[in-house]
């Protein structure tokens, strides 16, 4: 093994950790804004629910189709923090419009739902333009960071404490404007959003700032250019069975997390008949528990059975959370919190333990990293979407379920979104991790225990 390898295998330090840790902050905050409270704010102001999934759906497929775009490109050119840079800048200057209420048809003078709906959807599909760039960008340069797997695992699981993080941020904002201003005419309601909104951006960009300063461009993928190694391409994936079972892996953990944490807010108010304050406060016990189980994770040296075998608990964990959803009835709402701690265990196992699997997929094949995170990306978007614009078609209105009357226990889309569709993705993903074959890299402990 040669000197520069060995240099490049070595550990990570904490420093260099925590700076690329932080650096999806701006991301994760407005996705938590995105996917906890887009549908219930665009129905909470007179959009019908097709619409309103319509939205969700444009900026889906807007966000798929940039991350294969960004992937190519990457991988051609590098340039990682330029791209970094380029999409937060379009995340925070879009954002706004996405709850700010609808600026062209103040311009326009026309309120009508169909402008609405047009409005919602070209400023959905900037502000995931922006958000596909920034995260393509930051998974890939893990690879290009360090050899060293052990410090892959680490940086995607400090990666994902954040985006706890960043969760409860938003959940804390949440509960103080939601508790501060409560709603009444469709004014209140963009104000309290716009507010959640615009503070999430601030925060998002102070974290920005900090990766930045404290994370250099990857040096490895420069290397590869400099030493004449060939771009790799698409085909090489493709011939490749554990690129479709990472694939299907990740697009089944990513469906667990982002149509649970959509129906969330619809679950406890409409079917269980909690408070306000308990659309912040029950997310917030959820990513306080996946922080907590993050950071332990990023004490553990990884092996290809640990990984699969995390993955297999967190999967087990939504098993049986789904199970509870979908039977819980309004008198016993308050075991949702119970219910909250399990969620929050089983999504940092799954998320850590499956984008991990992605870096074992990669491996020293530096030169097509980007393309394997945009395609994988790309997949995960355009399903996800169209999961959750098809169940919130058949979704009713916050309106027509607040005016109706509601028995102790009954059946909704809502439930079967929260609790049936994650269990059975959770199943299947799984299945699939058993079947698995990951390579057994060389592992090798951090240079610095992050509890230490």
Known sequence: MTRSRRGDESPLGRCSVLYYGVGHMLNDITSACWFTYLLVFLTDIGLPPRDAAIVMLAGQVADGFTTVFAGELIDRYGRFKLWHGAGSVLVAVSFSSVFGGCLPCKILGSYSSSMRTV?????????????????????????????????????????????????????????????????????????????????????????????????????????????????????????????????????LTRLVTNVSQAFLAFYVINDLQMTQSSKALVPAVIY????????????????????????????LLWMISGAGILFLP?????????????????????????????????????????????????????????????????????????????????????RFGLGLVPAICALIGVLVTLTMKLPEPAFMPLMEPLLA
């Not at 930051?138 to 960043?166: K, Y």
């Not at 306080?288 to 999967?315: D, P």
């Open 119 to 251: 409005s919602y959807s070209f400023f959905a599909a900037v502000f995931n333009i922006g958000w596909a760039a920034t995260q393509v960008s930051h998974m890939s340069m893990v690879n290009c960071i360090t050899l060293n797997s052990t410090s892959r695992v680490v940086l995607g699981s400090c990666r994902n404490a954040f985006t706890m993080i960043a969760n409860l941020s938003v959940y804390a904002v949440a509960f103080v404007v939601f508790n501060i201003n409560t709603k009444g005419s469709v004014i209140d309601v963009e104000n309290q959003y716009r507010w959640i909104a615009y503070s999430s951006i601030l925060i998002g960009c102070c974290f920005v700032v900090i990766f930045h300063l404290g994370t250099a461009e990857p040096r490895l993928k420069r290397e590869a250019r400099e030493k004449g190694h060939a771009r790799i391409s698409w085909t090489y994936w493709f011939n490749k069975l554990l690129y479709y079972q990472v694939a299907i892996l990740y697009v």
């Open 330 to 414: 309004i008198s016993m709402n308050y075991f949702m919190y119970v219910l909250s701690i399990v969620i929050g265990v089983a999504n940092a196992l799954i998320m850590v333990s499956g984008v991990s699997m992605q870096s074992f997929l990669v491996g020293d094949d530096l030169n097509g990293c980007a393309f394997v995170y945009g395609s994988l990306s790309f997949m995960d978007k355009i399903l996800c979407g169209l999961a959750l614009s098809v169940l919130e078609s058949y979704q009713s209105s916050t309106e027509e379920v607040r005016n109706c009357h509601r028995p102790n226990f009954s059946f909704s889309v809502t």
């Open 288 to 315: 306080i528990c996946s922080f907590i189980v993050s950071v332990l994770l990023q004490e553990i040296t990884w092996n290809r059975n640990r990984v699969k075998a995390l993955y297999s608990c967190g999967g």
